[in-house]
Structures are given as structure tokens and as C-alpha cells.
């Protein structure tokens, strides 16, 4: 949901220790990028950074440390949504944000997600993440509700966003494919196309859905 | 798309060979689903298998090697596609299946997703796997297409099954939500919805689409 290749706001003339943080994060972002999360060590962005080994010991305590502290900073980024005027366009210009982060070689969105699946505290940190980014992108469904693009009932927002943007992930993520120029585009007018025929419905209104059918399945029978 | 953790059918009767690969292979399994792939060593495996080390090094030289050998057996289970009469039953039946290996505790399909990020070799034979699993589902689609449930021009099979399947990955391997029971009917749901509505053309139609769109909005212009 976001590029968090991108650095945080430029905290340096904060004082020392934002700038020793800045430089300890920079470091992190270039090692993960270069070598992968099994390549991080302290010593390591200690090195790259030039900052004291005892410092990032004592600020960061081990590897799980820099990582949360990482994605922590890609949370601090003043990220916006698109805001392109149509939700298929928002969605086409977020999924074509999403493609680029994973497709830029070498990928940090990538690596950190490698290192998820093997630190429980990274894992954590990127789910708070990626829950703020997808709480943050509901505005583009209710833009769309309020220009009257989606037919009520309203669908579930965060379910339609999940579904606009998880091909991409899929298909670059774990299926390998190379990017597809025209996915973004498709991923989002399908999600789109399916809102509009009454897919995501809030869980309330589809277990009435389903309450319906079995009635009409056991009328009819 | 399939439940790696199902064993390979059981070929011990074919002789020493074959039962030594499928003990070394059971081993790299529980391993794998126990410790995850970082903790897998050509020891650890010859050693719970029962085989001499010699002979695992012999036959499988590596822990690359023995990753691509699991995932090369699960390919050789007789998985067959669900068939349930319907294309939403046959899909929600399938995203019933994906998410049952993946919330299985300790779930080896996620172990295999882990490895491939760290193993080249393990990526491209879990790769090929997939691509399997997907052209053998492209036939819910073939049948949907002979019951007369999706209208013509038809969808591109793979692009739908893509996006019907992608948010379970998506939910419970890179959000790690947990898993919702209601979530297989929904994400079929909405494939299907977006499939009726016109979504997943083959690429041909939509870029025939885009450029008819494109000359509309230079009519209305």
C-alpha cells in the first residue's frame, strides 16, 4: 500500500538524535535492499551508517529492533491516496504505486516482507502498517459513494480495496510473474466492476443476503 | 492452489529407491512445517528419516535441492479441481482448500513461501507448481462457460481465477489476518460478479475495449 523505499520526512535538523536515527534507518533501508533481511547485522548498518556500534546496540537491541523501527518510519511518511477524480482511476494509480515498490530493483517492500516471515516483531509492525495504509485508502470508496459511483448498500471498503490490490501482490509477490503494464488497470476495474454488482457487502448485509437465499432455496424446494 | 501438505502417493511397494525418497521427503516436510526453512539442514533430515547422510547428499546435494524435490512431489499428488456444479461453489470450494492449508498449524504451504523467498531454486519450482494448479483450474472456468453462467465475450480464465483466489494469499500470508470463515464464499463471489459484469477479458478484447474508450472520450470532447 505504500513505497516505503521513500525516506521519512528529513528529521535532521531535529538534533542529534534524530539525525543518528536518520542515519541508522538510512543504513537498514540500503542493507535490506542490498543484502536481504539474512544479511542485516548490527555491525553491519552500524558500519554503513557511521554511528557507534554501542549507540545502535543501545537504541535498537538486536536486528528485530531496526526492522520495526524501519517499518515504523515508512508509517511516518506523509503518504496521500490518489485522488484522481473516478475510483477506477484511484485504484489503477494505487496499484500502479504498489507494482512500482516491487518491481524496483533491489525491492525494500520486498525484502521486508521476506523478513516478516522470519521476525514475529517485523511481522507485527508491518501488519499495523499496511492496516493504516488500507484504513487510510477508504476515503477513495466513500469519494465514490459521494460522486455516486457505487450503488447502495455501500460496500464493505476495506474488503473492495483488499480485493482492487491483492492480484498485484499475488502476481509479483508469490506467483513471480514479471509486471504486467495492464494489470494495475485490470485489478482495479474488476474490484470496481464487482462493487457495482453488489459484491462486498458489509458482513451484516451479506449474512442477510445468505439468510435470503437459504429461504429462497428451501421455498423453492 | 493446492494442499502441499497432502503426502505424494505412497510408492514405497516401487522398491528402495522410492522408499527412500519418500522417507527423506516426509522428513523434509515436518522439518520444514516444525523448524521452517531456515532451520532445515541435510542433517536434521537424514537423521529423522532414518538414511545415511551419505546418500542425502548423493541424491539431493543440498537444502536447495530438497526444497525443489517437496515441491516437485506435491506436484506429482493427483489433485483434481473441485466440482461442485456451480462456478461460485467451485471457486468458494477451492478458497476453502487454499485457506485450510494456510491456517493449518504449523502450515506447510507458508513454509514453502518462506523458503522461496531466500531460495532461487525454491522459488521457480514453487513457480512452476503454481502454474500448474492454475491451468488445471482454468476448467471451472470451461465448464462455468458450457452451463451458460458466464456471458460472452468469455473471461480470460486465468486472469479470473487469479483475482478469486488472491485475496485469500493475500489476507492470511501478507496481512496476517486471521482467517475468516466467510471470506472463500466472498472473494468467489465478487470474481464471479466482476466476470458477468465484463471483467477479465483476454487482452485482445480489452485493449479493443480501451481503445473504444479512448475514441468515446475524444468524441465527447
Keep these: 500500500m505504500t513505497d516505503p ?5 528529513d528529521r535532521r535538523p ?9 542515519q541508522v534507518l538510512d543504513a537498514v533501508r540500503a542493507e535490506l535492499a542490498e543484502r536481504g533481511h539474512e544479511g542485516l547485522t548490527m555491525e553491519g548498518v552500524a558500519t554503513r551508517a557511521g554511528v557507534h556500534r554501542a549507540t545502535v546496540y543501545r537504541r535498537w537491541r538486536d ?3 531496526l526492522l520495526v523501527d524501519v517499518i515504523t518510519a515508512a508509517g511516518e511518511i506523509d503518504w496521500q491516496p490518489p485522488d484522481t477524480g ?10 500502479e504505486e504498489i507494482q512500482q515498490s516491487l518491481v524496483v530493483q533491489p525491492s525494500f517492500a520486498l525484502a521486508l516482507m521476506a ?3 522470519h521476525s514475529e516483531q517485523a ?6 502498517l499496511w492496516t493504516d495504509r488500507y484504513a487510510q485508502c477508504e476515503v477513495l470508496v466513500e469519494r465514490a459513494v459521494e ?3 457505487l450503488p447502495a ?6 474488503s473492495l480495496l483488499v480485493a482492487a490490490t491483492a492480484p498485484i501482490y499475488h502476481q509479483l509477490v508469490l506467483l513471480r510473474a514479471g509486471p504486467d503494464p495492464r494489470l494495475p488497470r485490470r485489478a482495479a476495474r474488476a474490484a470496481v466492476l464487482a462493487a457495482a454488482a453488489g459484491a462486498f457487502r458489509a458482513p451484516r448485509q451479506d449474512r442477510e443476503e445468505s439468510d435470503r437465499e437459504q429461504s429462497d432455496r428451501e421455498e423453492s424446494a
Tied chains: 1, 2.
Design 115 to 117: 523478513a516478516s516471515f
Design 14 to 22: 531535529g538534533g542529534r538524535t534524530a539525525r543518528v536515527r536518520a
Design 5 to 9: 523505499l521513500a525516506s521519512p520526512p
Design 86 to 95: 473516478s475510483l477506477p482511476g484511484d485504484l489503477t494509480a494505487l496499484n
Design 153 to 158: 448498500p455501500h460496500p464493505d471498503a476495506r
Design 63 to 65: 536486528v528485530g529492533g
Design 147 to 149: 460522486r455516486g459511483e
Design 123 to 128: 511481522a507485527r509492525a508491518q501488519t499495523r
